[in-house]
């Protein structure tokens, strides 16, 4: 079992670039894949970007490939998702969740979510 808590999220003008970080509990998180979601109000959940149990893999999804940036201190039990010049169509509740799979990109391949943080773009 894994608590996942979100932070850095709030608002942001168009083209700034906050990092979110994700800090898990446990003593276990090196052994899970992690990866981002998200969620804009109206909309289902949708993938942002996921990294393997080493941070060796990554994977991202088309909208913000080229612009966000998954990474993790498994010292530090905390990944993080670096968003760079980001757009009004970004704005969404970021949720970050664990996965016992490899770069998931599906809801109910992740096994553990956190209540989630949210991002505010201002044009």
């Known amino acids: 079992q894994v608590q996942l808590v979100e932070s850095g999220g709030g608002l942001v003008q168009a083209g700034g670039s906050p990092r979110l970080s994700c800090a898990a509990s446990g003593r276990t998180f090196s052994r899970y894949g992690m990866g981002w979601f998200r969620q804009a109000p109206g909309k289902e959940r949708e993938f942002v970007a996921a990294i393997s149990w080493n941070g060796g893999s990554t994977f991202y999804a088309d909208s913000v490939k080229g612009r966000f940036t998954i990474s993790r201190d498994n010292a530090k039990n905390t990944v993080y998702l670096q968003m760079n010049s980001l757009k009004p169509e970004d704005t969404a509740v970021y949720y970050c969740?664990?996965?016992?799979?490899?770069?998931?990109?599906?809801?109910?391949?992740?096994?553990?979510w956190g209540q989630g943080t949210q991002v505010t773009v201002s044009s």
């Open positions: 969740a664990a996965s016992w799979l490899l770069l998931p990109t599906r809801v109910y391949e992740y096994a553990f």
